[in-house]
């Protein structure tokens, strides 16, 4: 096989390939990393290689759905035993951390018969939605090397959308699947809260708001890798059962009329391009093209409450822990980011009281979405503001970063976060992605799917949100649209 075939496959094609003897993994590696070699050192997806274990592994008898089919996972929750670990930061970097347990959802992985060579680059502890870690520096978007690809799966969206692999691990907490995705052209399913499993080391992260499956080129690739992962396990707080037939059943059986409600308003009230509004009203007149019923309406949710709810209880979380990792490391304060460093003071001072609230209220959303589906199958929205930020455009202004470092000093940098002040916060975290926490918070299914390229060929996808649960109606969705207005050709445009 030649480079250029390898680019057209998705993963179920090269495992079929495989499967048929008319290649060997151990040739599709090495064309994954010819591939890597080629445009790595112009994206910095991929930051810590697993060339030998994946050498070792292509040897092997591989069986399973993805069986030879090259494979990355994202360097955040997703260890590898003996593997060096860095959660995108520099302190675990320097330090040379090593897990000494699989994560569940890489034994998952692994039993598809997928060969994983290497861990992706993703921010520090995955709290933005940009990939710019001090750690490992920028990760750069195939559509265009200016452009950041997002976060905080940008690494593996990078090196699926560049064609390294098909299909890569990947995670989503606030966004974190769909928002790379919207930016790299890519398909990015965020399953429902359960679905996909946490343990060893957590039995859930964040109440089940942020989940882990992957990002691909194909749906059916998505579709396949979730039959391979979803359910128990025992570390899980709850059982979620799967649908009456195979997730990949779905994505070849069209669904039948859904009635759709569309929203192109930002829940906080900050800017939506033009870009991200053609996308929907584009998507919205395809999905009448298809006989589907579209709607203009939204669920009577207050959009800056789910944030407050969203940004308090994240916080409050990821202050605990960066203390957790500070004890295991013995990291220093000041080998943290300052960003990281920040939201953690501000997290810290977040009482009982208050979070028990902001939890409780994650109820109430649910509820007030439950109702809006008892009128709509699906709701779509811009799967991100903007087309993709270029690398640097989406930091602390220079003049905070001496404010906030007297702060932290003395204890005080939390001043920030009260009164007014706390809104403007959120504006200037959430500007960029307004639309994708409604779904973490919920603990429901949403997906970005890529049907919108904009003049620069950049591009910028539709998230649609489901009922708990309705994984299959998204994928009914995604693989009508994908055959109706097919976007895998689109990837032979690109040139790193």
């Excluded at 920028?138 to 699926?160: D, E, F, I």
């Excluded at 928002?179 to 679905?195: D, E, H």
């Excluded at 709810?309 to 943290?336: P, R």
């Amino acid at each position: 096989m030649k480079l250029n075939e390898y680019l057209n496959y998705d993963g179920l094609g090269l495992a079929k390939l495989v499967h048929e003897k008319e290649v060997q993994p151990i040739e599709l590696l090495e064309l994954a990393l010819n591939r890597s070699n080629q445009v790595n050192s112009r994206l910095n997806a991929i930051i810590i290689p697993m060339h030998e274990y994946a050498q070792i592994k292509a040897k092997q008898t591989l069986t399973g759905p993805f069986a030879g089919v090259p494979f990355l996972v994202k360097d955040l929750f997703q260890e590898y035993a003996g593997i060096p670990t860095s959660y995108g930061c520099k302190a675990l970097k320097k330090r040379h951390y090593i897990p000494d347990t699989n994560a569940e959802i890489v034994n998952r992985w692994e039993k598809t018969g997928i060969m994983t060579f290497g861990r992706t680059n993703t921010p520090e502890f995955g709290i933005k939605g940009v990939t710019e870690p001090e750690a490992w520096g920028s990760c750069s978007n195939p559509w265009n090397l200016q452009h950041n690809s997002g976060g905080s799966s940008g690494g593996s969206a990078s090196a699926v959308a560049a064609g390294i692999v098909p299909v890569a691990g990947a995670g989503d907490g606030g966004g974190s699947i769909r928002i790379p995705a919207s930016y790299c052209g890519l398909f990015g399913l965020k399953p429902s809260r359960g679905r996909t499993p946490w343990g060893p080391q957590m039995s859930e992260a964040m109440h089940g708001a942020a989940i882990q499956h992957v990002l691909s080129r194909s749906v059916r690739d998505s579709a396949a890798m979730l039959d391979a992962t979803h359910g128990f396990e025992h570390s899980s707080l709850f059982k979620i059962e799967k649908p009456e037939h195979p997730f990949l059943d779905y994505v070849y059986k069209p669904p039948k009329q859904l009635k759709i409600a569309f929203n192109t308003q930002s829940p906080i009230g900050t800017k939506v391009s033009k870009d991200a509004i053609a996308a929907v009203k584009h998507t919205a007149q395809f999905l009448e093209s298809l006989g589907h019923i579209v709607v203009e309406d939204a669920p009577k949710i207050d959009g800056m409450a789910v944030a407050k709810d969203f940004i308090t209880t994240w916080f409050s979380q990821f202050s605990y822990m960066l203390h957790q990792i500070k004890q295991m490391s013995g990291a220093l304060h000041d080998e943290f980011e300052l960003d990281s460093l920040a939201l953690a003071a501000f997290g810290a001072q977040t009482t009982a009281h208050e979070y028990i609230h902001n939890l409780n209220n994650w109820g109430i959303y649910v509820t007030q979405m439950n109702q809006f589906f008892d009128h709509y199958d699906l709701y779509l929205t811009p799967a991100t503001a903007s087309v993709a930020p270029k690398n640097g455009e989406v930091s602390t202004p220079v003049w905070q970063k001496p404010i906030l470092k007297s702060l932290l000093k003395i204890g005080k940098a939390h001043y920030l976060a009260r009164g007014k002040l706390v809104e403007q916060i959120i504006r200037e975290n959430l500007k960029w992605v307004p639309f994708t926490q409604l779904a973490n918070i919920t603990g429901l299914p949403a997906m970005s799917v890529p049907l919108y390229w904009n003049k620069d060929n950049l591009p910028l996808g539709s998230q649609f949100i489901a009922p708990f649960a309705r994984e299959d109606l998204l994928l009914q969705l995604a693989g009508q649209l994908e055959i109706v207005q097919p976007w895998s050709n689109r990837y032979q445009n690109i040139v790193v």
